[in-house]
Antibody, heavy 117, light 107 residues
Framework: EVQLQESGPGLVKPSQSLSLTCSVTGYSITSNYWGWIRKFPGNKMEWMGYISYSGSTSYNPSLKSRISITRDTSKNQFFLQLNSVTTEDTATYYC???????????WGQGASVTVSS | DVQMTQSLSYLAASPGESVSISCKASKSISNYLAWYQQKPGEAYKLLIYSGSTLQSGTPSRFSGSGSGTDFTLTIRSLEPEDFGLYYCQQYYEKPYTFGAGTKLELK
């Protein structure tokens, strides 16, 4: 059974970078697609992007050039980096497996990140 | 971006009742729609994809219908474990977008 677990700092200062790790067990990240989704206070959800089995990426244009999703296949982990954060990036961040790049059929428990000075 | 509207943000019902949760897309998305359930302390769960196909493990009391712009998630004979937050998501085009969520609570 695939399991995903997010990890990373819970507090980030404005203008700095947010970095999260998703550790995957029970399934190789060299198969399928692996992405990040966030949930803002008030329950709004946003798809952020994904990295594919081959290492190609797709990002939400709303995040422009601030986002980067990378991976370490030797550790079966993938990563989120979001640059130049503001308080509006305060959210719970989820990593997920995207079946064929479309629907999220396995999720992590989520990592709460607050952007504050 | 495709806007997804869940008209009900909150719905109260009792165990044994049947409920329907609606989701409307701002343009036709064919049947490229998924439904998710979130319960406190638990990971999100994919319930339905392709508008009406049950994900493995989803109880048969759940059903999805619709195509184009209007979709419905129906839960027949509610069980206590069904109470939680439900989201629709379109994957017709990127960026994938979600509805605002419907919270199903115990009456």
């Amino acid at each position: 059974e695939v399991q995903l677990q997010e990890s990373g700092p819970g507090l980030v200062k404005p203008s700095q970078s947010l970095s999260l790790t998703c550790s995957v067990t029970g399934y190789s990240i060299t198969s399928n697609y692996w992405g990040w989704i966030r949930k803002f206070p008030g329950n709004k959800m946003e798809w952020m992007g994904y990295i594919s089995y081959s290492g190609s990426t797709s990002y939400n244009p709303s995040l422009k050039s601030r986002i980067s999703i990378t991976r370490d296949t030797s550790k079966n982990q993938f990563f989120l980096q979001l640059n130049s954060v503001t308080t509006e990036d305060t959210a719970t961040y989820y990593c997920a497996r995207l079946r064929r790049g479309y629907v999220m059929d396995a999720w992590g428990q989520g990592a709460s990140v607050t952007v504050s000075s | 971006d495709v806007q997804m509207t869940q008209s009900l943000s909150y719905l109260a019902a009792s165990p044994g009742e049947s409920v329907s949760i609606s989701c409307k897309a701002s343009k036709s998305i064919s049947n490229y729609l998924a439904w998710y359930q979130q319960k406190p302390g638990e990971a999100y769960k994919l319930l339905i994809y392709s508008g009406s196909t049950l994900q493995s493990g989803t109880p048969s009391r759940f059903s999805g219908s619709g195509s184009g712009t209007d979709f419905t998630l129906t839960i027949r004979s509610l069980e206590p474990e069904d109470f939680g937050l439900y989201y629709c998501q379109q994957y017709y085009e990127k960026p994938y977008t979600f509805g605002a969520g419907t919270k199903l609570e115990l009456k």
